[in-house]
């Protein structure tokens, strides 16, 4: 059930650049629960680490904001904060958001009410007030700040600018939406276009495959045919998946938002291998199969919580399948599907009106997509479904925007081999790179 919700996932880290060690020490800040309730002194205490080997008096504090997921420090290794660091002399802090990995107010979450304090305003909150203690601690009170964040701590790098510009001189948005809708039909908009600008036929024959599921998944016999196909995918064990989690799964693995660079020839060759006893079903379960570990595994199950909590209070951000412009269209709404879930997971008052009503509210109050903001880089690969909701142009020239084609979600934080075949991307990091560095001088 899970998977129609799960939107962030962070790829694994690999193709380290630079070797930061295995043992990372742990540091915890301790936080007010509540920021927006003086008479509340309730604290907890959130995860961060250092790393002071670039670090010269005077050089910055660089910030990376931990999203949705347990924090990896050694994931740094691949991030542009690193390179940042190097140039400028810059201190380098890995911070948990509230309510993630060992980041967790309560150590046990027993009911709806204890997630109370789970919100992008408090969590704003949390850094703004971080920054603010930790500047003193260190001996950082006269550095510049730099806050660095990839899918929604992008998103909170860019609202922290926008926020608190007199305690934060630059961000870097990796991936970040920042446009909150609940119909987010523009997802697998993306993987039409990826597939269709190989061929029409490669996008015929995922409609037609998609479309014959659907059909078997009609009848008993049918769906026992699919569950007998799936069966041992990574993608969860299929006999407990209901017709349209199967078909969100494979939706999901479709639009693959972090797939490898330029993916759409290679994935289409596999598609239309030539096997005239196949059908377009039997091809595209073959194609799903083969890419189901690169897209599903195992995700922290307080992590998918906490995130499915955000995204029923404040994001909603539900793949909806009505666009004629994606190969999946359907009447099915995945609205309803994700408030059930909400209704059941957190109670009947998360229903479609609040929801709502809060992404109305939060599109007020940071702007949306007319977002005034300056220095901040935001980055977005064509090949991700998230760029729909970001920032796509830029304001002014203190906004740059970075348009990548052939790149994924996130994929300027995480510098791998995809560098070497994506020649604009590795330019495009060095150009922001020198960006933040007059920003932060
Ligand atoms: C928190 O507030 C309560 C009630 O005012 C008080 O009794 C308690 O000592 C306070 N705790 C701390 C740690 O300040
Ligand atoms: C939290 O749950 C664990 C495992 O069920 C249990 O051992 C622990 O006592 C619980 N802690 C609290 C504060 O309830
Ligand atoms: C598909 O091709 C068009 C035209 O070349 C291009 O603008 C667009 O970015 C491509 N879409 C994707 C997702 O790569
Ligand atoms: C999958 O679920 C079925 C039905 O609940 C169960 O019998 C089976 O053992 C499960 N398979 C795996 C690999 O866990
Ligand atoms: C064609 O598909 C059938 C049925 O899935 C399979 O047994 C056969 O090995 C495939 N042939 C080739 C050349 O891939």
Same mark, same amino acid.
């Given at each position: 059930?899970?998977?129609?919700l799960?939107?962030?996932?962070?790829?694994?880290?690999?193709?380290?650049?630079?070797?930061?060690?295995?043992?990372?020490? =742990?540091?915890w800040? =301790? $936080?007010?629960?509540?920021?927006?309730?003086?008479?509340d002194?309730?604290?907890?205490?959130?995860?961060?680490?250092?790393i002071?080997?670039f670090?010269?008096?005077?050089?910055?504090?660089?910030?990376?904001?931990?999203?949705?997921?347990?924090?990896?420090p050694?994931?740094?290794?691949?991030?542009? #904060?690193?390179?940042?660091a190097?140039?400028?002399?810059?201190?380098?802090?890995?911070?948990?958001?509230?309510?993630?990995?060992s980041?967790?107010?309560? =150590?046990?979450?027993?009911?709806?009410?204890?997630?109370?304090?789970?919100?992008?305003? !408090?969590?704003?909150?949390?850094?703004?007030?971080f920054? =603010?203690?930790?500047?003193?601690?260190?001996?950082?009170? *006269?550095?510049?700040?730099?806050?660095?964040?990839?899918?929604?701590a992008?998103t909170?790098?860019?609202?922290?600018?926008?926020?608190f510009?007199?305690?934060?001189?630059?961000?870097?948005?990796?991936?970040?939406?920042?446009?909150?809708?609940?119909?987010?039909? $523009?997802?697998?908009e @993306?993987a039409?276009?990826?597939?269709?600008?190989?061929?029409?036929?490669?996008?015929?024959?995922?409609?037609?495959?998609?479309?014959?599921?659907?059909?078997?998944?009609?009848?008993?016999e049918?769906e026992?045919?699919?569950?007998?196909?799936?069966? &041992?995918?990574e993608?969860?064990?299929? #006999?407990?998946?209901?017709?349209?989690?199967?078909?969100?799964?494979m939706?999901? @693995?479709?639009?693959?938002?972090?797939?490898k660079?330029?993916?759409?020839?290679?994935?289409?060759?596999f598609l239309q291998?030539?096997?005239?006893? #196949?059908?377009?079903? !039997? $091809?595209?379960?073959?194609?799903?199969?083969?890419q189901? &570990?690169? @897209?599903?595994?195992?995700?922290?199950?307080?992590?998918?919580?906490?995130? *499915?909590?955000?995204?029923c209070?404040?994001?909603?951000?539900?793949?909806?399948?009505?666009?004629y412009? $994606?190969?999946?269209?359907?009447?099915?709404?995945?609205?309803?599907?994700?408030?059930?879930?909400?209704?059941?997971a957190?109670?009947?008052?998360?229903?479609?009106?609040?929801?709502?009503?809060?992404?109305?509210?939060?599109?007020?109050?940071?702007?949306?997509? *007319?977002?005034?903001?300056?220095?901040v880089? #935001?980055?977005?690969?064509?090949?991700?479904?998230?760029?729909?909701?970001g920032?796509?142009?830029?304001?002014?020239?203190?906004?740059p925007v970075?348009? @990548?084609? &052939?790149?994924?979600?996130?994929?300027?934080?995480?510098k791998?081999?995809?560098?070497?075949?994506?020649p604009l991307?590795?330019?495009?990091?060095?150009?922001?790179?020198?960006?933040?560095?007059?920003?932060? !001088?």
């Amino acid at each position: 059930m899970l998977c129609l919700l799960v939107v962030f996932l962070i790829s694994g880290a690999i193709g380290y650049e630079i070797y930061l060690g295995d043992d990372f020490e =742990e540091k915890w800040f =301790e $936080q007010y629960l509540d920021h927006f309730d003086a008479r509340d002194n309730r604290t907890f205490f959130m995860r961060y680490y250092e790393i002071d080997s670039f670090y010269q008096p005077g050089g910055p504090l660089l910030l990376e904001i931990g999203g949705e997921v347990t924090v990896d420090p050694s994931s740094l290794a691949l991030s542009p #904060t690193l390179a940042v660091a190097r140039r400028l002399g810059g201190k380098i802090v890995l911070l948990e958001h509230r309510y993630y990995g060992s980041s967790a107010p309560f =150590e046990n979450i027993t009911d709806t009410e204890d997630y109370k304090y789970l919100s992008a305003e !408090q969590a704003l909150e949390d850094i703004a007030h971080f920054i =603010e203690k930790y500047k003193n601690l260190a001996g950082l009170s *006269s550095s510049k700040v730099a806050v660095f964040g990839c899918s929604y701590a992008g998103t909170l790098a860019t609202w922290m600018r926008y926020k608190f510009p007199h305690l934060v001189d630059a961000a870097w948005a990796s991936s970040a939406p920042i446009r909150i809708v609940l119909d987010f039909y $523009q997802y697998y908009e @993306v993987a039409a276009e990826i597939y269709s600008n190989v061929s029409s036929e490669c996008i015929a024959m995922i409609r037609q495959g998609y479309r014959e599921a659907k059909a078997m998944l009609a009848t008993p016999e049918g769906e026992k045919t699919i569950k007998t196909v799936f069966d &041992g995918w990574e993608c969860g064990n299929v #006999t407990e998946m209901s017709g349209p989690e199967i078909l969100a799964t494979m939706r999901m @693995v479709l639009s693959n938002q972090y797939s490898k660079p330029n993916h759409g020839v290679e994935s289409c060759r596999f598609l239309q291998g030539k096997n005239s006893s #196949t059908t377009p079903f !039997q $091809q595209l379960a073959a194609f799903i199969l083969q890419q189901a &570990g690169n @897209v599903c595994f195992d995700e922290d199950l307080d992590d998918l919580m906490a995130w *499915s909590y955000q995204t029923c209070s404040q994001f909603g951000f539900s793949f909806t399948t009505t666009s004629y412009n $994606q190969p999946f269209k359907d009447t099915y709404s995945s609205i309803e599907a994700d408030l059930k879930f909400c209704a059941d997971a957190f109670g009947n008052e998360f229903d479609l009106e609040a929801l709502q009503r809060s992404i109305d509210r939060m599109n007020r109050v940071y702007g949306g997509g *007319s977002l005034k903001v300056t220095k901040v880089v #935001t980055f977005h690969g064509k090949q991700d479904p998230w760029s729909a909701m970001g920032l796509n142009q830029e304001m002014n020239k203190d906004t740059p925007v970075f348009l @990548v084609p &052939g790149a994924s979600h996130c994929a300027d934080m995480s510098k791998s081999e995809d560098d070497a075949e994506l020649p604009l991307l590795h330019e495009s990091r060095k150009k922001a790179i020198n960006i933040m560095k007059t920003w932060l !001088q």
